[in-house]
């Protein structure tokens, strides 16, 4: 089992305005749409997205509720090329996006903006991939070996990349034959032994499978949480979780 991200999700409180922000600002074009009852879900991205990128998912729930961020998620992060990052950032700020934290307080290897709700987004200099196509999600976690072991064992990723800072580590993990355009996930380890709060604005990763069934009962024998089944989700996805509660939607490709 090698599956690549299919998503993220993350929800928002205001539909009209989280799509006008990220059709204007960053060019994403509706994917995707799910009508329900009580929800919309709405998928977004770049228009000449890879086979094995992620797109965005924006879950807008009718019934007005609020969200709590949390800082067990950290942020996605998205491509410009390696010539652009200033000057991509400068034209978002031309726009109206706020002024987060801009190049050269990074650095001059990364920016961060926010969207309408607060979900940051890192903005990342890349030599492949179309502009604007999600690179990774950072999601925060409590003990690094138990984390680096969950992708490895269950998902069968490995590492792509890693950064070792004084008081913390970030480990990028993905499928040994994925693209380089594929999404990938980011998780960060503090040194200090802090704990989290999950809050609900973020979601899920959803983590695409050739057979539902099938995968689903290989996490499972690898003793993945068996949180929501094919079954209980009219056997057209599933959920579980990692170590620290961040949920993984496991979908089939069409």
Known sequence: MSGTFDHVMMRVEDLDESLDWYETHLGYEEKGRWEADTF??????PENVHDEGAVLELTYNHDDRSYEMGDAWGHIAVRVPEDELESSYQQLMDKGVEDYRDPESCGGRYAFVKDPDGHEIEIVKRDYGEKWSIDHTMIRVEDADEALGFWTRKFEYEHTGRWESDTFANYFMKPEDAAREAMAVELTYNYDGRSYEMGDAWGHLAVR??????????????????????????????????????????????
């Open 40 to 45: 919309t879900n709405v998928y977004l991205g």
């Open 209 to 254: 499978a050739d057979d539902l069934h099938d995968t689903w009962e290989t996490l499972l024998e690898r003793e993945a949480d068996d949180y929501r089944d094919p079954e209980s989700c009219d056997d057209r996805y599933a959920f579980t979780k990692d170590q620290d509660g961040h949920e993984i939607e496991i979908i089939e490709q069409n």
